[in-house]
């Protein structure tokens, strides 16, 4: 109870040894092709980013994780696609990300050009972590 009337936030233990890597950064640009995350931001911020652009069946030995999205995203562009997708992503976070917040999701197409974009704004449960991403699907097909 005091915590929330003195506005007090704790820190995520991995954030207290700055110099020790959490997590994988992507994309895979670094010297070897990876890069570490050293803070939980960067290290939450990257999983999402892989959970969304993961489809389900695509791990191996974890074959419901993965949002799916590329499977509904280049349907016919409709109010309840749009819904579904929200949809979609809302279960997958909380299945697989309990500690993130939504807190904004906004979906837009531009079908003349065949492109998604998806704006997901969330923050961290009992931290002050707040961030957003930005994913863009392009549906190019070669025939």
Do not use: C, H
């Amino acid at each position: 109870m005091a915590e929330g009337r003195y506005n007090i936030v704790r820190k995520l233990e991995s954030d207290l040894f700055p110099n020790k890597g959490i997590g994988i950064n992507i994309p895979f640009d670094g010297n070897t092709g990876i890069n570490s995350t050293f803070l939980s931001k960067d290290a939450i911020r990257a999983n999402l980013l892989n959970f969304f652009l993961t489809a389900r069946r695509e791990r191996v030995f974890n074959p419901q994780f993965g949002s799916g999205l590329r499977n509904l995203l280049f349907e016919p562009l409709t109010d309840d696609n749009k819904n579904a997708i929200r949809v979609f992503i809302e279960e997958g976070v909380a299945a697989y990300f309990p500690k993130v917040n939504i807190e904004d999701i906004n979906i837009g197409f531009r079908e003349d050009e065949n492109i998604a974009l998806i704006n997901f704004k969330y923050s961290i449960k009992n931290t002050n972590i707040t961030d957003e991403l930005n994913i863009t699907f392009t549906n190019v097909s070669t025939i």
